[in-house]
């Protein structure tokens, strides 16, 4: 009878992954209580369809939630996070690829790239963020919260430039001048 049960949950499950209906596949997963390995020749072919059209993020994110192989996890990943360069969404890509696994160099190649985009933007703060969050090289935390605390210098706000100073740890003297100008 449970044997019965499962064999009509995987075969609704299967449907509505024929459908595309993805968010309804997975309740069916859910309530029949159906393990991964019943569901797999139904996933690939919706990562396989999903790949054909170019939907490598929704392709990747089937991967990863139903355990497919990682090699196919990977490259739909991988084709995703390239497209996200290529839009010049580098922040978004940078977190991609951190969450798919991809490797350490695109994780970084994304976040110079989003730190860069950040400071031509005149976005000191949001480079400073990037710089702390993917582990940057020391010297571009420093640029970006050296540009931070001369904007809040140069804008009087004193006691915010104080703070920048004392977060990222730049030399005493800029400190000072920031408290000197507060008292």
Same mark, same amino acid.
């Given at each position: 009878?449970? @044997?019965?049960?499962?064999?009509?949950?995987?075969?609704?499950?299967? &449907?509505?992954?024929?459908?595309?209906?993805?968010?309804?596949?997975?309740?069916?997963?859910?309530?029949?209580?159906?393990?991964?390995?019943?569901? &797999?020749?139904?996933?690939?072919?919706?990562?396989?369809?999903?790949?054909?059209?170019?939907?490598?993020?929704?392709?990747?994110?089937?991967?990863? +939630?139903? @355990?497919? $192989?990682?090699?196919?996890?990977? *490259?739909?990943?991988?084709?995703?996070?390239?497209? +996200? &360069?290529?839009? *010049?969404?580098?922040?978004?890509?940078? @977190?991609?690829?951190?969450?798919?696994?991809?490797?350490? @160099?695109?994780?970084?190649?994304?976040?110079?790239?989003?730190?860069?985009?950040?400071?031509?933007?005149?976005?000191?703060?949001?480079?400073?963020?990037?710089? *702390?969050?993917? *582990?940057?090289?020391?010297?571009?935390?420093?640029?970006?919260?050296? +540009?931070?605390?001369?904007?809040?210098?140069?804008?009087?706000?004193?006691?915010?430039?104080?703070?920048?100073?004392?977060?990222?740890?730049?030399? $005493?003297?800029?400190?000072?001048?920031?408290?000197? +100008? &507060?008292?």
């Amino acid at each position: 009878m449970a @044997d019965s049960k499962l064999a009509e949950g995987a075969k609704l499950f299967a &449907i509505k992954m024929n459908l595309g209906s993805y968010q309804e596949a997975a309740k069916i997963k859910s309530d029949f209580g159906l393990p991964n390995d019943m569901l &797999i020749e139904a996933v690939q072919k919706a990562y396989d369809a999903n790949m054909k059209k170019g939907d490598y993020s929704l392709a990747a994110d089937l991967a990863k +939630k139903y @355990d497919l $192989p990682a090699d196919l996890r990977l *490259e739909a990943a991988a084709r995703s996070f390239n497209r +996200k &360069i290529d839009s *010049e969404f580098y922040r978004a890509a940078a @977190d991609y690829a951190k969450e798919y696994g991809l490797s350490q @160099d695109m994780v970084r190649q994304a976040a110079v790239q989003a730190f860069n985009k950040s400071m031509s933007f005149g976005l000191v703060k949001n480079a400073a963020e990037i710089a *702390e969050e993917f *582990e940057l090289p020391h010297e571009m935390l420093l640029q970006a919260a050296v +540009k931070s605390y001369e904007n809040h210098m140069q804008a009087g706000l004193y006691r915010k430039a104080l703070k920048v100073a004392q977060k990222y740890k730049l030399p $005493p003297e800029m400190a000072a001048a920031a408290e000197k +100008k &507060i008292n």
